[in-house]
Every structure is written in structure tokens, then in C-alpha cells.
């Protein structure tokens, strides 16, 4: 069973940073899109970064709203996404999820549609106050 888990979300003022990881257990798809999205209530979900795991070297996707404040990486291990966000503003305030998809997920079109991922974490929140 695929399982995917959130962490370091938290409480920050404007202009701080925060971390959030996701530990991708059980999920060996060797072509595999990962992305973070994220929800405030009433509001639709949206795709924040995705980037491509597998052969060859491919440049992330940014919502244009974080291009320049987040970063999207992975670690070492493989396993574990990571979301960088720096210069945190107010309306970046939601529930952050980790998701992940096949490959063929991480293209232009496709990245930031959430019913494109199959496996999704339990969310962190990340609160940001003025």
C-alpha cells in the first residue's frame, strides 16, 4: 500500500520560511510525477510544484504565484520530496499535500490537475500571518 506523509508545516510571519517533506513509502514507480499542492476551505485545490522522477533531467513546475519563493527538490534517499518556501506571504496560507502520479502526469498540461494523481498525503498546514 502506497502511503505518503506530510511534514513541517507550521506558523510563520510574512517573509519567513518553512520546509515541508513527504516520505513516499511503498511507491516504486520508476517514471513518477511528484508534486505538492495545495487548499484553503471552499476554494479548489491547486498545484503549487511538481517535478519528474525518473531518467533524464527535466526542470520543475511552479505555479507562477511561488516561481522565485519555492523550491521543489528531492533527497538523496529518493523517497522524500521536499517543498522550500521562502518569502512566505499571507495567501500562501492553506493545506499542503503531497501527491504522487505516473510519470506521464508531469507535463505542461497535466501537472498541476489534481485528478491526474493517484496517491495523496494527509495534508500539513502552513499558516501565515501579516
Known amino acids: 500500500q502506497v502511503h505518503l506523509e506530510e511534514s513541517g508545516g507550521g506558523s510563520v510571519q510574512a517573509g519567513g520560511s518553512l520546509r515541508l517533506s513527504c516520505i513516499a513509502s511503498?511507491?516504486?514507480?520508476?517514471?513518477?510525477?511528484l508534486g505538492w499542492f495545495r487548499q484553503v476551505p471552499g476554494e479548489e485545490r491547486e498545484g503549487v510544484a511538481a517535478?519528474?522522477?525518473?531518467?533524464?533531467?527535466?526542470?520543475?513546475y511552479y505555479a507562477d504565484s511561488v516561481r522565485g519563493r519555492f523550491t521543489i527538490s528531492q533527497e538523496n534517499d529518493k523517497n522524500t520530496v521536499t517543498l522550500s518556501m521562502n518569502d512566505l506571504k499571507p495567501e500562501d496560507s492553506a493545506m499542503y499535500y503531497c501527491a504522487a502520479a505516473n510519470g506521464a502526469t508531469c507535463h505542461d498540461a497535466n501537472w498541476r490537475v489534481s485528478s491526474k494523481y493517484t496517491y495523496w498525503g494527509q495534508g500539513t498546514q502552513v499558516t501565515v500571518s501579516a
Open positions: 511503498k511507491f516504486d514507480y520508476s517514471s513518477s510525477c
Open positions: 517535478m519528474y522522477r525518473g531518467g533524464g533531467s527535466r526542470l520543475p
